[in-house]
């Protein structure tokens, strides 16, 4: 039977050193063939955990699952902040762009419920209401009615 190791990992940042080394050493593996994949991955992720699965066959053959970081790091990322607001009805702490929302989307899109990539951006918008951010300068909650009104369908 195949093994599994998993690990939180900088995004474009793993290294042979701990959590993966010693996880990957008595598996007999290439550690660095596996770190550089990894890395190419999750280059995307700069600066954000990533979840990574790397799965073995009995043949020493693996494969490589990058998860995503919650909606709510890609937002801040966007954004550059290092965190949302603890009061999201007084504080506001950013303002995000459609295309920003658009990004995150792109980047969530396997994980996230919505059937059509606007409902995604839609989700993706619906996030930033408890952290405090608008999007373009206005409650998420008018984005994402907007969004239903064909405002920025030109961008889908």
């Known amino acids: 039977?195949?093994?599994t190791v998993e690990a939180l990992i900088p995004g474009g940042h793993a290294n042979p050193g701990p959590p993966l080394g010693p996880a990957l050493g008595p598996m007999g593996v290439n550690i660095k063939e596996i770190v550089d994949k990894i890395n190419?991955?999750?280059a995307?992720?700069?600066g954000m955990q990533v979840p990574v699965k790397i799965i073995f066959d009995d043949n020493k053959d693996y494969t490589i699952t990058i998860g995503t970081p919650p909606t709510s790091a890609l937002i801040l990322k966007e954004l550059n902040l290092e965190k949302g607001t603890?009061?999201?009805k007084e504080e506001i702490v950013g303002n995000l762009t459609i295309d920003q929302a658009i990004k995150v989307a792109r980047m969530k899109q396997d994980n996230l419920?919505?059937?059509t990539f606007k409902s995604a951006v839609k989700?993706?918008?619906g996030s930033c209401v408890p952290m405090g951010v608008t999007v373009e300068?206005?409650?998420p909650r008018q984005a994402q009615e907007a969004i239903d009104n064909g405002k920025y369908d030109d961008l889908f």
Do not use: C, H, R, Y
């Open 113 to 115: 419920l919505a059937n």
């Open 123 to 125: 989700e993706i918008i």
């Open 86 to 88: 603890s009061d999201n």
């Open 44 to 46: 995307d992720f700069n």
């Open 1 to 3: 039977m195949g093994q």
């Open 40 to 42: 190419e991955k999750t």
């Open 137 to 139: 300068d206005m409650d």
